[in-house]
């Protein structure tokens, strides 16, 4: 009895010793695939190092019948561990309210910058003109015709906009003057601003003696649109030949 339980017992550790050698084998087998920096690191830290299965997850095309498409499914599952790199948020300035910025001054900037409308615009549309009449290029001369075209808009805006500036600039000297005595400030409205430009213009062609002119002018442009939606009468003739 003694002899048989020695030899089981032999038995059973062989089978341990095989059991194992084939569990170290395959650990062996797994740390190959694993960089030497990362057994390095974990050999240092004692950390587990997590390996992805490779062919855990494969996606299968699929048809609903024979006569069908095949589909990809959209349904992939999300890893349990992933990568989560926190983006910076994303700070909007508007340098309206920055103090660094400064204030805006409407007026400086029109006095400092008003030699772009009275002297570079009007001197580079004449090289403009210029090159049109030495050029030989329709496409180019399309460009350089489409060039002055844009710096006839500036120059036609320019007096516009300096007439606004004048005129919100010059309530905004009388709004504080009113606020001085206690009165609450108004300020103007776009229609107030257009209404009070046709009285500066109409106040100035009258002092330049153009005012008739003016007027005449509007009036025949105004009577032409009129005239286009106006109905035309039709000629009788050919019913009184029938």
Same mark, same amino acid.
């Given at each position: 009895m003694a002899k048989d339980r020695d030899e089981s017992e032999n038995e059973v550790s062989d089978e341990e010793i095989a059991f194992s050698s084939e569990e170290e084998k395959e650990i062996e087998r797994k740390l190959a695939d694993i960089p030497f920096e990362e057994l390095q690191r974990a050999r240092s830290d004692g950390s587990r190092i997590a390996r992805p299965v490779r062919g855990a997850h494969k996606q299968q095309l699929g048809r609903a019948n024979k006569n069908r498409p095949s589909e990809l499914s959209c349904k992939v599952p999300v890893g349990r561990f992933r990568d989560?790199?926190?983006?910076?948020?994303?700070?909007?300035?508007?340098?309206?309210?920055?103090?660094?910025?400064?204030?805006?001054?409407?007026?400086?900037?029109?006095?400092?910058?008003?030699?772009?409308?009275?002297?570079?615009?009007?001197?580079?549309?004449?090289? &403009?003109?210029?090159? /049109?009449? !030495?050029?030989?290029?329709? #496409?180019?001369? =399309?460009?350089?015709?489409?060039?002055?075209?844009w710096i006839d808009k500036q120059l036609k805006s320019a007096p516009r906009r300096t007439v606004e500036s004048e005129i919100v600039s010059e309530h905004i000297k009388k709004e504080r003057e009113a606020a001085k005595d206690g009165k609450r400030p108004?300020?103007?409205?776009?229609?107030?601003?257009q209404n009070r430009k046709l009285v500066k213009k109409f106040d100035d062609l009258k002092a330049h003696g153009k &005012?008739?002119?003016? /007027?005449? !002018?509007?009036?025949?442009? #105004?009577?032409? =649109?009129?005239?286009?939606?106006?109905?035309y009468r039709k000629s009788s003739e050919g019913v009184q030949d029938s």
């Open positions: 989560v790199i926190q983006a910076p948020k994303k700070v909007v300035r508007d340098p309206r309210f920055e103090s660094l910025c400064g204030k805006l001054d409407p007026e400086g900037f029109r006095k400092r910058y008003n030699f772009l409308y009275d002297v570079e615009l009007p001197q580079e549309k004449e090289k &403009l003109q210029k090159l /049109i009449k !030495k050029s030989k290029d329709a #496409n180019v001369i =399309k460009e350089l015709k489409d060039h002055i075209s108004y300020y103007l409205k776009k229609s107030e601003i &005012l008739e002119s003016f /007027i005449e !002018k509007k009036r025949r442009k #105004n009577a032409s =649109k009129d005239h286009r939606f106006m109905p």
